[in-house]
């Protein structure tokens, strides 16, 4: 058998399956590997909330009695991965990443946990997140029963949020990939910080069933991975129709890179002040080069607005209004104030001051949100913007630290795609494209409803041409 | 028991002693509070900077 090495531990998907199907290694030997790993280097990052090392052993060896027989699975049998710790997991503690629910325990599983060990994936732990996913509006990246998530190319920085432990985890090579959430930003902005491919699918497509609900018609739930082919394979296996979930689109993925349009056909909106005048300085040459990779590929640039609303108003708005309704027991019984940050509680509370009328005007508005991003996409087929404007913050640094109070840019470009690309329930695709100061930067690639495919597509020619996705951070 | 009013004023006192250690609301807190309030109340002035036609219902469903 071939040892077990630090390669491994960041090896594609491919080829981890593909030396278990070879017996180079049994599941059990891979499995113990991670996990022993992720149990060790885990809290370094503060990334772990619940080491599962023998129920990951348990399952290994399941596999391994597969295999053995020949009772092929596919891609992501026997392959060790991590969950943010909001989705359930039947008799484990599911802490939501918050102090009030640190002894909650499940009697059921998540869906999305049950179709991968379907097909024999294997659970190696819980991951850290910010608490209650951020539910609230946080400050500090403290906000976390787990403590602040610390970023594997530099601990001294943030590993954002609030899937802090899925991103981080993955970058450090801790498991083979993870399943995060967004609600707005919780998926794009820790992979872009620790340099991980990542997919926030279209609302609807993965079941949310026994993940903790922060806001119905936003929340998703999807894969942190070494390249946009890893995330398409997990998708496939976690995508589809939920009774559970009444957000359900009651649809299939099913991953065809063979059936990708030609890039040269594929029209690609931008914003050209984003990366010229938005991103951070000491970003712009990885995001110039990023650009230049996109063109040479074929794909056709061109210059678009997004359409004229207030996107982070609307999405403030339905978040507060449906996490208040959600928390609201929480924060009647006073455990509220066991939260770490303290903003967060005050935001908390005042959830559920918000008038019935602005809840309203807001998904009123989103319904003409939607009508025109639809035309939009009517024009271009993707739109690709900057994953975060600049690199992930010192962990004690405010994070409203220089938000608003300036004068509007003149051009504000895509600047409102994450809460845009969140309230028309759009997919997005996270690409590392380049450092800055020693730390990752990313793009992403917004599409239409239900077009992971052509996402997935980009992904898959840009990281042909590239290595950024690739990179290790020092020390693992 | 019989009640003195030395005893009842004892008592009155350590009620209002164990009030007084209740923690009352930190400045701080109050800030926060009023902050997020504020943050309600701006988005909800940007939200009406956009007229809604009448005919417009909530967006509850997402279609391809």
Redesign the interface.
Known sequence: MASIGTDTFFAPLSDLNASLKAREFSAENLARAFAERLQQLGPRYNALALPLPAEALRQAREVDKDLKRERFRGPLQGIPYGVKDLLAFAGQPTTWGAKPYAGQVFDYTATVIQKLSAVGAVLAGKLSMVELAGG??YRFPSASLTGPGLNPWDRTRWSGGSSSGSAAAVAAGLVAFAIGSETSGSIVTPASFCGVTALRP???LVSRHGAMALSW?LDKLGPFARSAEDCGIILQTIAGKDSKDPGS?GRSFYYTPQYARPMKDLRVGYAPADFAEWVEPATRPAFETAIGVLKASGLQLVETKLPD??Y???L??IL?AEMGSIFEPLIASGKVDELAD??Q???L???L???AK?Y???????????EEISRLFGTVDVLVAPGRAGIASKIDQPLDRGGGGGAPPKDPGFRSIIPMGNL??LPALVLPCGFAENMPVALQVVG???SENTLLAIGREFQSHTDWHKRRPPGV | MKLTRRKLATVLASATALAAQQPAPTPAATDDLKAARDRLQANARALATTPIPMATEPAFQFKS
């Open positions: 609230g509006g279209t609302y609807g018609t689109a609303f207030p982070g108003a609307a403030s708005t507060a303290k903003p509680i005050a935001g509370k005042a959830s001051e918000l008038p602005d309203l005007k807001a998904m009123r508005l989103r319904r003409l949100m939607q028309a329930g239409a409803p239900f």
